[in-house]
């Protein structure tokens, strides 16, 4: 079997398309889209993605500062720069960027971003209003999955579709996400039993484990379609996934890669919702668009 890779490009270039009519729309207001990203860690993975999120704002006209507060900062610190963020009105979206330092109540960071400014979906109040079917920024690796699913056309009403991670930045979102979409779907996580029972069942699997290898072609169905949303760092220093390539591709219908999947559409979706707030804050002031 000869596997498709889901690339992300062409479905970034429609989200890219989509900021570019956003940015157009904003020119003359002496409006100009800002994302904040605030940092504490040292990881090189997330290191990765934020140059990514950096790079990409730069060629979407949107501008985009980066809080780097170190890897030693402290909830205090944490949430006096968020409250900043919150009351300026410069600013359209705000990242929480994970990890975070030890000791810090992530939950109770990510609920002082407002929910018009959580373009990532980080606030609890977000997935909240996800799970009751109101109007929320999902969390955007997760929007991010099923914007690749949706592109490639791969049928999820009535499909089983197995999510392996239960973490707030991608698998619970990732679920009602595909609830909502009448998929069926199975959360599984460290502690679940038997892996590839449920794998082996899934017309999809989705992985963002945060573990480099963890799905083999061994748990797959054949035919079946795999979306890599690991961010992992080699000891080359290379971006790898969750999903051990060389015995999957044999099995799997179809494959997103990483790197060149899923981040790539991520990062886009980020510049979007970041000049749709723009937009919408706007329009909510009154003022002509």
Do not use: F
């Not at 979206?93 to 960071?109: C, E, K, N």
């Amino acid at each position: 079997m000869s596997s498709q890779l889901l690339t992300g490009l062409p479905v970034a270039k429609n989200l890219r398309a989509d900021t570019a009519r956003n940015i157009k729309a904003l020119s003359g207001t002496g409006v100009v889209p800002k994302l904040a990203v605030v940092l504490a860690t040292d990881n090189e993975s997330t290191a990765w993605y934020v140059r990514s999120i950096v790079r990409q704002a730069a060629e979407s006209a949107v501008h985009c500062d980066v809080v780097d507060l170190g890897p030693q900062a402290s909830g205090w610190q944490l949430q006096e720069a968020l409250q900043a963020l919150a009351e300026d009105r410069a600013v359209h979206g705000i990242i929480l960027q994970t990890p975070l330092p030890a000791g810090v109540d992530a939950a109770a960071l990510a609920a002082l971003i407002p929910p018009h400014k959580d373009i990532d979906g980080a606030n609890p109040e977000s997935l909240g209003r996800l799970a009751a079917g109101l109007p929320a920024y999902a969390a955007t690796t997760a929007q991010a999955a099923i914007e690749v699913l949706e592109h490639y056309q791969v049928p999820l009403a009535g499909e089983h579709v197995t999510v392996i991670g239960r973490s707030m930045v991608v698998g619970k979102p990732l679920a009602q996400l595909l609830l909502a979409r009448d998929a069926t779907v199975t959360t599984c996580h460290s502690r679940t039993k038997a892996l590839a029972s449920h794998t082996k069942a899934s017309s999809v699997v989705v992985v963002a484990a945060g573990k480099a290898g963890l799905l083999t072609g061994a748990e797959l169905h054949e035919g079946s379609v795999v979306v890599d949303v690991g961010t992992n760092v080699d000891e080359a220093g290379r971006l790898i996934g969750d999903v051990h390539t060389e015995s999957v591709l044999p099995v799997a219908r179809a494959l997103s890669p990483v790197p060149g999947g899923v981040g790539t559409v991520t990062t886009s979706l980020l510049m979007l919702r970041t000049s749709q707030a723009a937009l919408d804050t706007l329009v909510a002031s009154g003022q002509p668009v």
